[in-house]
């Protein structure tokens, strides 16, 4: 769960002690309560005009006709904590206790910032939402990774949308099949400050089959010439701002052409407690694009709100793909390699139980894909 392109402030008050870090969205809370559907979403971009209000931070939001809109969402560090809280999660602060602020700037695109906290180690927070921390970051960059290249036989080339923090490379490194590996990442603060601060998870770059590109990976997409992947994989944010077109149809069409056939894509595709109108959408666009196998997966991420993320999982016209079953199995032969360490959370086992989905949520994606 990444935040790309979406400018923030943050300002510290002299008074309580407390930093607020204000970040765009295109939801009020209003219309997430209504489950709005992601076509019916405008766009908004943040203009870098804060002013104090209540000892705070209030970051202006300019609507696509100009008019501005308040801020929705804002995150704190007070003294000793940092809570996230989003409108896309309304009524609920995820908090954790803060030892250390390691870093904190501002790119061309988002607020970065590196804690050290208590227990889950150094955490990455990119707008004021955390990206990952070093006890539980296995949970979804091993998911992400190996759900898709294990479900096929010895994928080649490899593409990766985002995943600026490197922990998708160094998961995508461990299988040996693999020759090139490129990754498209926006922002290039994230990519400096996550070799600095977490040399675990960056270590991926260290590979000589990684080709960095900095840029827009929608950009990227349109322009790499048809079939050129086994795989793509998109480490993505939620579907507010600019993240939003990595949702929708005309980004899908993108990847399912840069994918041979039966080549496969993996995308995070949110939370089953929290965002299953989100998740219809995904499920119903992902059907009408790529016409071999549509599956959804989920993993247990305890710094991701409602503490689980989702991944939808397809495969373009070609060579059956089972995601359920997989054919790649990497557990015995490549779970330690190098300075990489062993895999902390994905075997085979694991695999097939995240396409185990709860009754609630069962219903509405198999309605979507049957």
């Known amino acids: 769960m990444r935040s790309v392109g979406t400018k923030m402030s943050i300002q510290k008050d002299h008074d309580t002690g407390a930093s607020f870090i204000s970040r765009d969205s295109l939801h009020t809370k209003e219309k997430m309560a209504e489950e709005t559907h992601l076509t019916e979403l405008p766009g908004k971009r943040l203009r870098e005009e804060a002013a104090k209000e209540n000892g705070g931070v209030s970051v202006q939001m300019e609507e696509s006709n100009g008019v501005a809109a308040p801020a929705e969402c804002i995150s704190t560090i007070i ?24 870093f904190q700037g501002t790119s061309d695109y988002q607020n970065v910032i590196v804690f050290q906290s208590s227990t889950y180690g150094k955490v990455l ?17 091993e998911m992400i990774t190996h759900l898709p290249l294990c479900s096929i036989p010895n994928p080649k080339k490899v593409l990766v949308i985002g995943g600026g923090d490197g922990g998708v490379l160094r998961e995508v490194s461990r299988h040996s099949s693999v020759e090139k590996i490129d990754i498209c990442e926006i922002d290039k603060m994230v990519v400096d400050v996550s070799k600095q601060f977490f040399p675990k998870v960056a270590v991926g770059y260290d590979d000589p089959r990684v080709t960095l590109h900095i840029g827009d990976g929608v950009a990227f997409l349109k322009a790499v010439p048809e079939g050129t992947y086994d795989a793509v994989i998109v480490d993505s944010s939620d579907p507010i701002g600019p993240a939003q077109e990595l949702f929708e149809k005309p980004f899908f069409r993108s990847v399912a052409k840069a994918l041979r056939p039966g080549g496969v894509v993996c995308t995070q595709a949110e939370s089953i407690w929290l965002h299953m109108h989100i998740i219809e959408d995904i499920v119903t666009n992902c059907r009408q694009i790529f016409k071999g196998s549509v599956n959804y997966a989920w993993t247990s991420v305890p710094t991701y709100p409602s503490g689980v993320i ?37 075997n085979s086992e ?21």
């Open 79 to 102: 003294p000793g904590w940092f809570s996230e809280i989003s409108p896309m999660w309304p009524g609920e602060a995820h908090s954790l206790k803060v030892e250390k602020i390691l």
């Open 125 to 141: 927070v990119l707008d004021g939402v955390i990206q990952l921390t070093e006890r539980d970051e296995c949970a979804y960059q």
């Open 350 to 370: 694991i695999h097939s139980a995240a396409f185990c989905l709860p009754s609630f949520a069962k219903r509405v994606i198999d309605s979507k894909t049957n």
């Open 310 to 346: 989702g991944f939808m999982l397809c495969s373009t016209e070609g060579s059956a793909v089972d995601f359920k079953h997989p054919i790649n199995p990497i557990d015995a032969e490549y779970s330690h390699v190098n300075t990489k360490g062993p895999l902390r959370f994905y």
